[in-house]
């Protein structure tokens, strides 16, 4: 299955730094490759992130790709509560 858009739960792993949500989502989505974007999406719903890419890739491409921003040091607090493609 290929997919453009995927979205993407990102989860505080201390609740400490929950309120910095936002500085996660903003600092995973500047780490992605060129020809992929991101947008914050409902933050009611928890810190969800909707990414693309400017072609249809594999759905393990997409998630490679997030796997591999979130290797960053600067997201050793976080981590990804589920990702779904669409």
């Not at 910095?20 to 500085?23: F, V």
């Not at 060129?34 to 992130?49: E, I, K, S």
């Given at each position: 299955m290929h997919t453009r858009t995927?979205?993407?739960?990102?989860?505080?792993?201390?609740?400490?730094?929950a309120p910095?949500?936002?500085?996660a989502a903003a600092r995973l989505i500047s780490l992605l490759p060129?020809?992929?974007?991101?947008?914050?999406?409902?933050?009611?719903?928890?810190?969800?992130?909707?990414?693309e890419s400017m072609v249809p890739v594999p759905v393990d491409t997409a998630v490679a790709v997030t796997a591999s921003a979130m290797a960053d040091v600067s997201l050793r607090d976080w981590e990804v509560g589920g990702c779904t493609s669409f």
């Open positions: 995927f979205q993407v739960t990102l989860r505080a792993k201390d609740p400490d730094v910095n949500a936002s500085i060129p020809g992929w974007a991101g947008r914050m999406d409902d933050l009611a719903r928890g810190t969800v992130l909707i990414i």
